[in-house]
């Protein structure tokens, strides 16, 4: 299987497959999508790398059940590899000599779950976005007006609500028409993101490996979801040790080490799943807090207390984020050991 190889690079309506055999490149063509699908349950089974972009998982879940050997490569490695200007023919062929490399990193693809889930948790991070600049923007133009909103006085919508009643406060009927409006537009946005939320919460309890994670200091059923989605399953997808994982996310001091000396810096602002290391430090944060109001029960209670003595609560909680990786490459049932006596 593996003396064939064949790269291909996934565009919007055309696909390019380049085909490798005895040293030599065979064939480096242009196909449509339904071609493509027809080619893969034809062709004999051969190792498929795809780029990582777009459709991907789709496509790589369809080689597999044609009985290839498929993988992801990620986009980076192969703009690193790529020789010659960019386009398709090239895109393809260096997608092939990216698996000639030692010791290349492959990409989990995604299930269909995953990818369900994955959707779900786009859907309600876009609307939160949209509610939250709705929401600022309205309070903006009513404060250009004077008219300043307070939770005291019951917050943005009892403020909208006295403005459009208000008969002497010069407003026109078109203006009133248009806040009224942007307050529905809010209301809907709410609306959808308490729908996202019931169809994710729903989705934790008869699945097994989430609720595996919920197990976990500082990991709900959010963050149990968001952990399957970019993990997969106990094994850490392509992850070898939980180190490898939480070093991906973001969650250990950057490295640039040169000449034998280790330098280690903090853990970077920039990461590949920003959204998903907030999540996870924002509720290592929360755990942490509720252990610092009792006397420790576990060894990991007594190690974060200890570990906020020395160094602060903030260090402890990306810490014990950090530590969720280790947990998860047992695959067991995860149970908190209890101080000896």
């Known amino acids: 299987m593996h003396n064939t190889r064949v790269g291909v690079d996934l565009a919007k309506d055309v696909i390019q497959v380049c085909i490798f055999k ?5 064939s480096n063509t ?7 699908a027809i080619w893969l349950a034809c062709f004999k089974p051969a190792f498929i790398i795809f780029e990582a ?12 059940e044609a009985g290839h050997d498929a993988r992801l490569v990620s986009a980076k490695l192969v703009s690193l590899v790529r020789q010659n200007q960019k386009t398709d023919a090239n895109d393809a062929l260096a997608i092939v000599q990216t698996t000639f490399l030692p010791d290349v990193k492959y990409i989990s693809g995604k299930s269909m779950e995953q990818q369900q889930l ?11 976005k949209h509610e939250t600049a709705s929401l600022n923007q309205i309070t903006a133009l009513l404060a250009e007006f004077n008219i300043k909103t307070s939770s005291r006085t019951g917050g943005l919508g009892a403020v909208i609500k006295r403005t459009l009643e208000d008969a002497e406060n010069g407003l026109t009927f078109e203006f009133r028409e248009a806040l009224n409006a942007a307050w529905q537009q809010c209301l809907a946005l709410k609306q959808s993101i308490d729908a996202y939320s019931r169809c994710l919460l729903k989705t934790v309890n008869p699945h097994t490996e989430c609720k595996k994670r919920l197990k976990l ?3 709900g059923a959010i963050n149990a979801i968001n952990l399957y989605v970019a993990l997969g399953c106990c094994e850490l997808g392509v992850f070898k040790k939980g180190k490898e994982a939480s070093a991906c996310l973001g969650v250990t001091p950057i ?3 040169s000449g034998g000396k280790v330098k280690l810096g903090t853990i970077g602002k920039k ?6 290391r907030s999540q996870l430090i924002l509720g290592a944060m929360s755990a942490v807090r509720q252990m610092g109001k009792r006397p420790a029960v576990t060894k990991k209670e007594a190690w974060v207390q200890e570990l906020v003595n020395r160094r602060g609560q903030r260090c402890a909680a990306v810490a014990l984020a950090n530590k969720t990786f280790a947990m998860l490459t047992k695959g067991t049932q995860y149970k908190a050991e209890l101080l000896t006596a």
Do not use: D, P
């Not at 242009?30 to 493509?36: D, G, S």
């Open 22 to 26: 005895n040293n030599k490149v065979q």
């Open 30 to 36: 242009e196909m449509t999508t339904a071609e493509f």
């Open 53 to 64: 972009c777009g459709t991907s998982n789709y496509w790589l879940r369809i080689a597999r």
């Open 118 to 128: 994955q959707s779900l948790n786009r859907l309600k991070h876009l609307a939160e």
């Open 217 to 219: 200091e500082g990991v």
């Open 255 to 257: 490295q640039r080490s």
């Open 271 to 276: 990461c590949k799943n920003s959204k998903l």
